[in-house]
């Protein structure tokens, strides 16, 4: 089945060491989308790509950055993790902007 | 700033009842699109309305849709335990911008 996958499931990190999440999808989608969620709280969009063009979130920090290298995959890096970065990270597909977007289970991110 | 603020935060109902939850927007919108989200997972589209729609039905969900008052609203009839789940309204622009605006969300609870 055409799905979104994202790894790892779990990730645990310290204090200021890098971390790298990772999305992948079989669906051929041209875009691609991250997702920081906090407990009980929407989904906030921290940046997308349509194909390679990178779209950054005003308000996302430049702590988190983001690579696109083919159509199919999409990674999310956290330089500098702090205690606030703790959450759920979520990555979403679309094919055309603004419709429907399938997303993958999550990754949660505990910072120690 | 967040588009779409939903009421109430909290739903607890009896299993077989019905269930509604509205979502309300701030500014005009090309689509509404509704979403569930089961505790730790990823989301799950749910339904699409366009702004020239009304009201639109997909099995035992109903979305109606009013401009005019920038609302919209979800009702799940004959409510099931597995309907269990957190649900979000999100909204796409009509500048079109390829990106969705997550309203706060619907924690709902079916009680066997």
């Known amino acids: 089945d055409a799905m979104v996958i994202q790894n790892p499931r779990y990730q645990v990190t310290q204090f200021g060491k890098p971390v790298t999440l990772s999305c992948s999808q079989t669906?051929?989608?041209?875009?691609m989308y991250w997702y920081q969620q906090k407990s009980s709280q929407a989904p906030k969009l921290l940046f997308h790509y349509y194909d390679k063009d990178f779209n950054n979130e005003a308000d996302t920090p430049d702590n988190f950055q983001s690579r696109r290298p083919n159509t199919s995959f999409c990674f999310l890096d956290i330089r500098s993790p702090g205690l606030g970065d703790a959450a759920m990270y979520l990555c979403?597909?679309?094919?055309?902007?603004?419709?429907?977007?399938?997303f993958g289970p999550g990754t949660r991110l505990l910072v120690l | 700033s967040q588009q779409g603020e939903e009421d109430p935060q909290a739903l607890s109902i009896q299993e077989g009842e019905n269930a509604t939850m509205n979502c309300s927007y701030k500014t005009s919108i090309n689509n509404l699109q509704w979403y569930r989200q089961n505790s730790g997972r990823g989301l799950v589209h749910l339904i699409l309305i366009r702004s020239n729609e009304r009201e639109k039905h997909s099995g035992r969900l109903r979305v109606t849709l009013d401009t005019s008052k920038k609302s919209s609203s979800l009702l799940i009839t004959a409510s099931r335990a597995a309907d269990t789940a957190s649900y979000f309204c999100a909204t796409e622009g009509d500048f079109g911008n390829e990106k969705l605006t997550f309203g706060t969300g619907t924690r709902l609870t079916i009680i066997p």
């Open positions: 669906l051929n989608h041209n875009v």
């Open positions: 979403a597909t679309s094919d055309y902007g603004g419709e429907t977007q399938y």
